[in-house]
């Protein structure tokens, strides 16, 4: 099939996040039902259409408290909260917020995020996350080499661009946020620190059902040994940074940010042996590894084209589908694309229509 | 700037990595989104879509890329060559040319075949010649974050503006008659910003744009002021539809006119990359950033015609393919890889530390020990030294592509026969 | 020995009998000469001290197994007056103070090595790199002034426009010097130059003189 | 006193002028040579490093005929303007401009898009030849006037529709000064890029379309196709190829030829380059 041409369609209708019911609602009033939302046009929408755009009165009941996405008009009404971007509506026990359709990463204190070096400068890089902003990352918030905890040095400050340099990826943690909202990231854990071996992927810009989602484990090792194809068993790691850039690579044992650490790994510095946080030398990755890496890379763009969250969850479920869907069809030649139809139905598949 | 002027940051690791997938042999290239090699993106497509436009497209890719192409035809006097008729070594060379021409406008016009032929035959001793000028045709790219002058912008122009009249077939499709010609505007706009190289896309969409333009029908006669039909429903297509033709080349006699009726298509220009010995088709932007070398090649079908085709050098065996595809142009595209940053060897490596892996059998202990001095072995900023290729270390691609490959490029483009979408969108 | 010319593309040898050096790159493992020049092979034994060729000197630290082989190297030297060398980490340079600042110093880098510059490449002389000691107490305008004339070294590639200079060693700093009169100056001491006609003496990061 | 209300016919005798329409265009040369080349280096003082090339006029008798004349000049490698952001490597940046007399059609002086056109040709051509690495934050601009474009400009009926062939010479031709002048400029290459033309030529109805290496425009009947490539010899590989015209067919084998034969004009301009180079450093080699 050289080149497919589909008919044109409408958008998938936005799945509404309650729904999906990742924050966890219990507890929470029904929207639609009991509590008495005063929307002046009185609701003459459904369920599945409510999506709320900048200047919509949510609610006008004192119970509720405003979140992010929604503000109030000081003043008289001060009850009256209304949305400020288009999206659609979250609740977390009382707090409003509205959840924008597509947004750019905003950078919460703990975020784990792949970040992309843009800029070297003296005593800092300047990292692309995906946000509005460019996020930073002090020299002083790395691990230098040496073997041992140490303080920085102007060597160090010379030799910046060796431990990153423009276009280099990482894994880091926010650690600290600007009152414009720019971020300052650290590397100080053996979790961290450059990315090799593996492919990058961005899924930024979704926002509403589909995207990352900020989870308990943003980072995890898949075991692709399922696959009868595969010899040995080999692992994959997969990161999901919360601003929606992804990077699956293979699996080293002892390195990683999905690497089990117990206690803080600042501590653990010297107990790194066999480390190699800023090589940019790949191993060497079997044929069967490649291959599974560009499947779970073919599940998450199926997820994000249909409008489902990424997670941990859904990532290793699509996985587990695609392996399946690949073995049933063993005759034709490409397995591993999932775009298109074949994606439609491993998302369907996934959530059982 | 380069024409791929889109700087894409990728890591040295990155790079590595997907050279490294993209070179397989053994099970064939692996991509990262896990297309074939030869597997194009899927698209939607629709044409008709500006009712204002005498035909136009759009083409959306499923990363939000999106095209629109308008084609606005006008009528235009054609400024008559005081030595045309001087010119007599041209007139012969371009008698055949004018038959097919002539006949292809008649037939745009709805006749029945067979009158028009027998016009033709007597046009065609006294009668002026049918001849088309690059200038009948502007075609403007517009793609959003560049300026118009720009040179990748510029390039992609004359890319398409070449695919068009390579072969001086198009133009003479604009000809009305000795004084008047069809003046058409191509405009090309790229709506989303460019995510991978918007050549495939541009190209798919002008073709499909071109297949659904219709020129008014042509009442006049001969050389009178043109007068066209207003009824836009009686409009021909500039390339005629294939069941129209089907019959015409049914009821004809001559075999040469039968070779002049299947519907030709206007060109179109694929995107293939090298790597290692690998062909790739349609490659995205991360793809192209590893590539070894990158060539856009431009097709077209046209009408299949022994009888009046130029005659072809005596070593080469006149084979005539069912579908009579033509290559228009090629022009190698600069790959965006040469201006990727080089990664740096664990070897040498000051920042690197620790125990090296299996994927450095070169190197020596004596690295090992001096690299975790921190940087004893070799200043970290001096210029990156010239060493062997070490495996799982990106660097950038030096020199061109080997001519076998070329033309191996170029031949699978032919091979595919992947100028063949077939418009479904509902107009 | 015979001076033997080289053009880009041509063939030197094979990459296991001889170690790159500059004007030189790796194909297929073979040699081939990247500029128009002369070949030079040098023995890993002596070292090639002056101007471009510190280079080598590089290479020459890399693994053992590569270190005993002689280095091959094209030069452009001798065959015409311009030429062009990059300023490298580890180079002595001849550079003229363009404009002082607090922080840094800015100049213009004129010399690398033995190699007069066809082009400006600039340069940073920041406070902690102009003397190695007490480097807490240097003020950058008690040590150069806009047109002196300094002798340095590059300690880093630096930032996306400048290179990074320092002056930290005795024969390194101001070599040449003008008071704020005009007149030409003489050191003498290793803070001080003095201008012979006023008599007024003016600080400096003074390079001990040869 | 000379009558002024009335133009006054010539005093003495004259004849008419008669404009003799001009031989019909004459092949000068076989279809397996390539004109000659005059290349020299060093030509631009100024600049880190200059080519002049120029090539030999068919029949230099003709008013009208012009050959091709190129003037390439090297500027740097030099430092990187302040605000321009880290590169690891050189920046390249070729400019192609006509001198505003270069053509029949006079150009001007700002660039047109065939002038960007072969920029963009020129640069790819160029980058697959430099080792980028080795000069890392800075740039290096190779600027190629057109003295003198590749045109006949004989008599107005010879004057085809300008299809643009000639561009085609004078980007091989603009690939071999480039080449030439970067190597003076001490600026590292993995070889000596040269480009190369050859043409698919038909010259009449009745004899079969033969292929020319660097073809003379005026000289042939019409040009099916034609294919300019940018060759590196001792690698054997292409760094730019540019293609275009009408295959009858899509004939793998005419365009495997047509390739061909570009490939042996590119190693005919290599020799010449070779030479030139040669002598240059024979030459600095005799002052110092």
């Given at each position: 099939m050289p080149i497919t041409i589909l008919q044109p369609s409408l958008a998938p209708p936005p799945k509404l996040?309650?729904?999906?019911?990742?924050?966890?609602?219990?507890?929470?009033?029904?929207?639609?039902?009991?509590?008495?939302?005063?929307r002046p046009a009185?609701r003459a929408r459904t369920q599945d259409s409510s999506i709320m755009t900048p200047g919509e009165?949510?609610?006008?009941?004192?119970?509720?408290?405003?979140?992010?996405g929604?503000?109030?008009?000081?003043?008289?009404?001060?009850?009256?909260?209304?949305s400020s971007v288009a999206g659609t509506l979250?609740?977390?026990?009382?707090?409003?917020?509205v959840r924008p359709l597509r947004a750019r990463?905003?950078?919460?204190?703990?975020?784990?995020?792949?970040?992309?070096?843009?800029?070297?400068?003296?005593?800092?890089?300047?990292?692309?996350?995906?946000?509005?902003?460019?996020?930073?990352?002090?020299?002083?918030?790395?691990?230098?080499?040496?073997?041992?905890?140490?303080?920085?040095?102007?060597?160090?400050?010379?030799?910046?661009?060796?431990?990153?340099?423009?276009?280099?990826?990482?894994?880091?943690?926010?650690?600290?946020?600007?009152?414009?909202?720019?971020?300052?990231?650290?590397?100080?854990?053996?979790?961290?620190?450059?990315?090799?071996?593996?492919?990058?992927?961005s899924v930024t810009g979704t926002g509403g059902g589909g995207g990352?989602?900020?989870?308990?484990?943003?980072?995890?090792?898949?075991?692709?040994?399922?696959?009868?194809?595969?010899?040995?068993?080999?692992?994959?790691?997969?990161?999901?940074?919360?601003?929606g850039?992804?990077?699956?690579?293979?699996?080293?044992?002892?390195?990683?940010?999905?690497?089990?650490?117990?206690?803080?790994?600042?501590?653990?510095?010297?107990?790194?042996?066999?480390?190699?946080?800023?090589?940019?030398?790949?191993?060497?990755?079997?044929?069967?590894?490649?291959?599974?890496?560009?499947?779970?890379?073919?599940?998450?763009t199926a997820l994000v084209e249909n409008g489902l969250?990424?997670?941990?969850?859904?990532?290793?479920?699509?996985?587990?589908?695609?392996?399946?869907?690949?073995?049933?069809?063993?005759?034709?030649?490409d397995?591993?694309w999932l775009g298109g139809e074949r994606g439609k139905r491993l998302a369907n598949?996934?959530?059982?229509r | 700037m380069s024409s791929t002027s889109q700087h894409l940051?990728?890591?040295?690791?990155?790079?590595?990595?997907?050279?490294?997938?993209?070179?397989?042999?053994?099970?064939?290239?692996?991509?990262?989104d896990?297309r074939s090699?030869t597997q194009f993106r899927p698209l939607t497509a629709e044409t008709g879509i500006l009712p204002g436009t005498n035909g136009s497209a759009r083409i959306c890719f499923a990363d939000g890329t999106e095209a629109v192409v308008g084609v606005k035809a006008e009528v235009e006097k054609t400024p008559l060559s005081?030595?045309e008729?001087?010119?007599?070594?041209?007139?012969?060379?371009d008698?055949?040319q004018k038959k097919s021409g002539s006949r292809k406008s008649k037939k745009a016009t709805g006749d029945e075949e067979d009158i028009s032929m027998d016009v033709d035959?007597?046009a065609a001793?006294?009668n002026d010649k049918i001849r088309g000028s690059p200038d009948w045709v502007e075609l403007s790219v517009e793609i959003p974050g560049l300026r118009d002058d720009d040179s990748g912008t510029v390039f992609l122009t004359s890319m398409l503006t070449e695919a068009l009249l390579a072969d001086g077939e198009f133009v003479k499709k604009l000809w009305i008659n000795r004084r008047f010609h069809w003046k058409l505007y191509l405009d090309i706009i790229l709506i989303s910003p460019p995510l991978s190289y918007p050549l495939p896309l541009l190209s798919l969409t002008t073709h499909l744009a071109l297949l659904a333009t219709r020129l008014p029908r042509l009442k006049s006669e001969a050389d009178e002021d043109p007068m066209f039909d207003d009824d836009w429903a009686a409009a021909t297509f500039l390339y005629p539809r294939q069941d129209t033709s089907a019959k015409a080349s049914n009821k004809s006699?001559?075999?040469s006119s039968a070779a002049a009726a299947p519907a030709s298509r206007p060109p179109i220009t694929l995107l293939v990359m090298?790597?290692?010995?690998?062909?790739i088709f349609d490659p995205s932007k991360e793809e192209l950033?590893?590539?070894?070398?990158a060539v856009a090649v431009s097709v077209a079908e046209g009408p299949a015609s022994?009888?009046e085709s130029?005659?072809?050098?005596?070593?080469?065996?006149?084979?005539?393919t069912k579908r009579n595809l033509q290559l228009l142009s090629v022009r190698?595209i600069?790959?965006?890889?040469?201006?990727?940053?080089?990664?740096?060897?664990?070897?040498?490596?000051?920042?690197?530390?620790?125990?090296?892996?299996?994927?450095?059998?070169?190197?020596?202990?004596?690295?090992?020990?001096?690299?975790?001095?921190?940087?004893?072995?070799?200043?970290?900023?001096?210029?990156?030294?010239?060493?062997?290729?070490?495996?799982?270390?990106?660097?950038?691609?030096?020199?061109?592509?080997?001519?076998?490959?070329?033309?191996?490029?170029v031949?699978?483009v032919l091979e595919r026969e992947a100028a063949s979408p077939r418009s479904q969108g509902a107009g | 020995?015979?001076?033997?010319?080289?053009?880009?593309?041509?063939?030197?040898?094979?990459?296991?009998?001889?170690?790159?050096?500059?004007?030189?790159?790796?194909?297929?493992?073979?040699?081939?000469?990247?500029?128009?020049?002369?070949?030079?092979?040098?023995?890993?034994?002596?070292?090639?001290?002056?101007?471009?060729?510190?280079?080598?000197?590089?290479?020459?630290?890399?693994?053992?197994?590569?270190?005993?082989?002689?280095?091959?190297?094209?030069?452009?030297?001798?065959?015409?007056?311009?030429?062009?060398?990059?300023?490298?980490?580890?180079?002595?340079?001849?550079?003229?103070?363009?404009?002082?600042?607090?922080?840094?110093?800015?100049?213009?880098?004129?010399?690398?090595?033995?190699?007069?510059?066809?082009?400006?490449?600039?340069?940073?002389?920041?406070?902690?790199?102009?003397?190695?000691?007490?480097?807490?107490?240097?003020?950058?305008?008690?040590?150069?002034?806009?047109?002196?004339?300094?002798?340095?070294?590059?300690?880093?590639?630096?930032?996306?426009?400048?290179?990074?200079?320092?002056?930290?060693?005795?024969?390194?700093?101001?070599?040449?010097?003008?008071?704020?009169?005009?007149?030409?100056?003489?050191?003498?001491?290793?803070?001080?130059?003095?201008?012979?006609?006023?008599?007024?003496?003016?600080?400096?990061?003074?390079?001990?003189?040869? | 006193?000379?009558?002024?209300?009335?133009?006054?016919?010539?005093?003495?005798?004259?004849?008419?002028?008669?404009?003799?329409?001009?031989?019909?265009?004459?092949?000068?040369?076989?279809?397996?040579?390539?004109?000659?080349?005059?290349?020299?280096?060093?030509?631009?003082?100024?600049?880190?490093?200059?080519?002049?090339?120029?090539?030999?006029?068919?029949?230099?008798?003709?008013?009208?005929?012009?050959?091709?004349?190129?003037?390439?000049?090297?500027?740097?490698?030099?430092?990187?303007?302040?605000?321009?952001?880290?590169?690891?490597?050189?920046?390249?940046?070729?400019?192609?401009?006509?001198?505003?007399?270069?053509?029949?059609q006079?150009?001007g002086?700002l660039r047109d898009s065939s002038e960007r056109d072969?920029?963009v040709?020129?640069?790819?051509?160029?980058?697959?030849?430099?080792?980028?690495?080795?000069?890392?934050?800075?740039?290096?601009?190779?600027?190629?006037?057109?003295?003198?474009?590749?045109?006949?400009?004989?008599?107005?009926?010879?004057?085809?529709d300008d299809e643009g062939?000639?561009m085609?010479?004078?980007?091989?031709?603009?690939?071999?000064?480039?080449?030439?002048?970067?190597?003076?400029?001490?600026?590292?290459?993995?070889?000596?890029?040269?480009?190369?033309?050859?043409?698919?030529?038909?010259?009449?109805?009745?004899?079969?379309?033969?292929?020319?290496?660097?073809?003379?425009?005026?000289?042939?009947?019409?040009?099916?196709?034609?294919?300019?490539?940018?060759?590196?010899?001792?690698?054997?590989?292409?760094?730019?190829?540019w293609f275009k015209g009408r295959l009858?067919?899509a004939?793998?084998?005419?365009?495997?030829?047509?390739?061909?034969?570009?490939?042996?004009?590119?190693?005919?301009?290599?020799?010449?380059?070779?030479?030139?180079?040669?002598?240059?450093?024979?030459?600095?080699?005799?002052?110092?």
């Amino acid at each position: 099939m050289p080149i497919t041409i589909l008919q044109p369609s409408l958008a998938p209708p936005p799945k509404l996040r309650n729904v999906d019911s990742d924050s966890d609602s219990e507890g929470g009033a029904d929207l639609e039902g009991d509590v008495a939302m005063g929307r002046p046009a009185k609701r003459a929408r459904t369920q599945d259409s409510s999506i709320m755009t900048p200047g919509e009165i949510i609610t006008d009941d004192p119970q509720w408290m405003r979140g992010h996405g929604t503000y109030i008009i000081p003043g008289a009404s001060s009850n009256t909260i209304l949305s400020s971007v288009a999206g659609t509506l979250a609740k977390t026990n009382k707090l409003l917020s509205v959840r924008p359709l597509r947004a750019r990463y905003t950078p919460e204190i703990g975020d784990l995020v792949v970040g992309r070096i843009v800029e070297v400068q003296a005593k800092r890089w300047r990292v692309d996350v995906g946000g509005t902003l460019l996020a930073q990352l002090p020299l002083s918030a790395i691990n230098l080499p040496g073997g041992i905890q140490r303080r920085r040095t102007e060597t160090d400050e010379l030799q910046i661009r060796t431990f990153f340099s423009e276009g280099e990826l990482l894994v880091a943690e926010v650690q600290q946020l600007y009152n414009d909202g720019a971020a300052v990231l650290h590397t100080r854990s053996l979790k961290y620190g450059k990315l090799r071996n593996g492919v990058f992927m961005s899924v930024t810009g979704t926002g509403g059902g589909g995207g990352v989602v900020r989870a308990r484990r943003q980072a995890f090792t898949l075991d692709i040994s399922g696959t009868d194809e595969v010899s040995g068993s080999e692992k994959i790691d997969v990161l999901l940074g919360v601003n929606g850039y992804i990077w699956i690579s293979k699996h080293i044992e002892g390195e990683g940010a999905a690497a089990e650490t117990s206690g803080p790994g600042i501590t653990r510095i010297e107990e790194s042996v066999g480390l190699n946080v800023y090589s940019s030398q790949n191993d060497i990755i079997p044929v069967d590894t490649m291959r599974e890496i560009a499947r779970v890379r073919g599940v998450i763009t199926a997820l994000v084209e249909n409008g489902l969250r990424v997670d941990e969850e859904m990532v290793i479920k699509g996985y587990a589908e695609a392996v399946e869907m690949a073995k049933e069809e063993r005759d034709s030649a490409d397995t591993l694309w999932l775009g298109g139809e074949r994606g439609k139905r491993l998302a369907n598949a996934l959530v059982g229509r | 700037m380069s024409s791929t002027s889109q700087h894409l940051l990728l890591s040295p690791a990155e790079l590595a990595y997907l050279h490294g997938s993209l070179s397989l042999i053994t099970p064939g290239p692996i991509r990262p989104d896990g297309r074939s090699p030869t597997q194009f993106r899927p698209l939607t497509a629709e044409t008709g879509i500006l009712p204002g436009t005498n035909g136009s497209a759009r083409i959306c890719f499923a990363d939000g890329t999106e095209a629109v192409v308008g084609v606005k035809a006008e009528v235009e006097k054609t400024p008559l060559s005081p030595y045309e008729f001087v010119a007599s070594t041209e007139g012969r060379k371009d008698h055949t040319q004018k038959k097919s021409g002539s006949r292809k406008s008649k037939k745009a016009t709805g006749d029945e075949e067979d009158i028009s032929m027998d016009v033709d035959e007597e046009a065609a001793g006294a009668n002026d010649k049918i001849r088309g000028s690059p200038d009948w045709v502007e075609l403007s790219v517009e793609i959003p974050g560049l300026r118009d002058d720009d040179s990748g912008t510029v390039f992609l122009t004359s890319m398409l503006t070449e695919a068009l009249l390579a072969d001086g077939e198009f133009v003479k499709k604009l000809w009305i008659n000795r004084r008047f010609h069809w003046k058409l505007y191509l405009d090309i706009i790229l709506i989303s910003p460019p995510l991978s190289y918007p050549l495939p896309l541009l190209s798919l969409t002008t073709h499909l744009a071109l297949l659904a333009t219709r020129l008014p029908r042509l009442k006049s006669e001969a050389d009178e002021d043109p007068m066209f039909d207003d009824d836009w429903a009686a409009a021909t297509f500039l390339y005629p539809r294939q069941d129209t033709s089907a019959k015409a080349s049914n009821k004809s006699s001559k075999p040469s006119s039968a070779a002049a009726a299947p519907a030709s298509r206007p060109p179109i220009t694929l995107l293939v990359m090298a790597v290692g010995d690998n062909i790739i088709f349609d490659p995205s932007k991360e793809e192209l950033a590893v590539a070894d070398s990158a060539v856009a090649v431009s097709v077209a079908e046209g009408p299949a015609s022994e009888s009046e085709s130029e005659p072809e050098p005596e070593s080469i065996p006149a084979t005539t393919t069912k579908r009579n595809l033509q290559l228009l142009s090629v022009r190698t595209i600069d790959p965006p890889s040469r201006l990727t940053p080089p990664g740096v060897p664990n070897s040498v490596n000051a920042a690197a530390w620790g125990t090296m892996t299996a994927a450095t059998p070169t190197t020596t202990t004596a690295a090992t020990a001096s690299a975790t001095e921190g940087g004893a072995a070799k200043h970290p900023d001096a210029r990156v030294t010239e060493t062997e290729d070490v495996v799982g270390v990106w660097k950038a691609p030096r020199g061109g592509a080997k001519f076998g490959m070329l033309g191996a490029m170029v031949a699978k483009v032919l091979e595919r026969e992947a100028a063949s979408p077939r418009s479904q969108g509902a107009g | 020995m015979a001076q033997t010319i080289a053009i880009p593309g041509q063939l030197l040898g094979p990459s296991s009998k001889y170690v790159a050096g500059p004007g030189t790159h790796i194909h297929e493992a073979n040699l081939y000469s990247s500029v128009l020049g002369t070949v030079t092979i040098a023995q890993p034994e002596k070292k090639i001290a002056p101007g471009p060729a510190k280079r080598l000197t590089k290479i020459a630290g890399l693994p053992s197994s590569s270190a005993q082989l002689p280095t091959i190297s094209v030069s452009r030297t001798g065959i015409t007056e311009k030429r062009e060398v990059l300023p490298e980490v580890g180079n002595v340079v001849l550079c003229r103070v363009t404009r002082i600042q607090p922080r840094q110093a800015t100049v213009a880098i004129l010399v690398v090595g033995d190699t007069v510059l066809e082009a400006e490449w600039q340069g940073v002389i920041r406070p902690q790199d102009v003397r190695a000691t007490e480097k807490d107490k240097v003020k950058i305008y008690e040590s150069f002034r806009p047109g002196d004339i300094v002798r340095a070294q590059v300690i880093s590639l630096g930032d996306q426009a400048s290179y990074y200079l320092a002056t930290a060693s005795n024969d390194l700093g101001v070599i040449m010097a003008t008071s704020e009169a005009g007149n030409v100056m003489y050191p003498v001491s290793w803070k001080e130059y003095r201008d012979p006609e006023t008599g007024i003496n003016e600080n400096r990061k003074v390079a001990k003189p040869f | 006193m000379a009558d002024r209300r009335r133009i006054n016919g010539p005093v003495g005798a004259t004849t008419p002028p008669i404009f003799d329409k001009p031989a019909g265009p004459v092949a000068t040369k076989t279809s397996d040579a390539i004109r000659k080349i005059f290349l020299k280096t060093g030509i631009t003082p100024s600049a880190s490093g200059s080519a002049y090339l120029e090539l030999e006029n068919p029949n230099p008798q003709r008013p009208g005929n012009t050959s091709l004349k190129l003037s390439c000049t090297v500027h740097g490698p030099r430092s990187l303007p302040r605000s321009a952001p880290f590169s690891p490597h050189i920046i390249l940046t070729t400019h192609v401009k006509y001198a505003p007399f270069a053509t029949r059609q006079r150009r001007g002086y700002l660039r047109d898009s065939s002038e960007r056109d072969l920029g963009v040709h020129l640069e790819t051509a160029l980058r697959g030849a430099i080792i980028a690495d080795r000069w890392p934050k800075s740039g290096v601009d190779i600027i190629v006037t057109v003295v003198e474009g590749d045109q006949d400009r004989d008599s107005p009926e010879s004057q085809k529709d300008d299809e643009g062939w000639d561009m085609m010479n004078v980007l091989s031709g603009c690939i071999t000064v480039a080449s030439a002048a970067i190597a003076d400029a001490g600026i590292d290459c993995v070889d000596t890029v040269a480009g190369g033309v050859a043409a698919l030529v038909c010259e009449d109805d009745k004899t079969a379309p033969t292929i020319v290496m660097d073809p003379i425009v005026a000289e042939h009947g019409s040009i099916l196709a034609a294919c300019c490539v940018a060759y590196l010899p001792t690698r054997d590989e292409i760094t730019n190829m540019w293609f275009k015209g009408r295959l009858p067919g899509a004939d793998m084998m005419v365009y495997d030829k047509l390739m061909e034969k570009s490939l042996v004009a590119c190693r005919c301009a290599n020799r010449v380059i070779v030479q030139e180079l040669n002598e240059t450093v024979k030459k600095g080699q005799g002052i110092s």
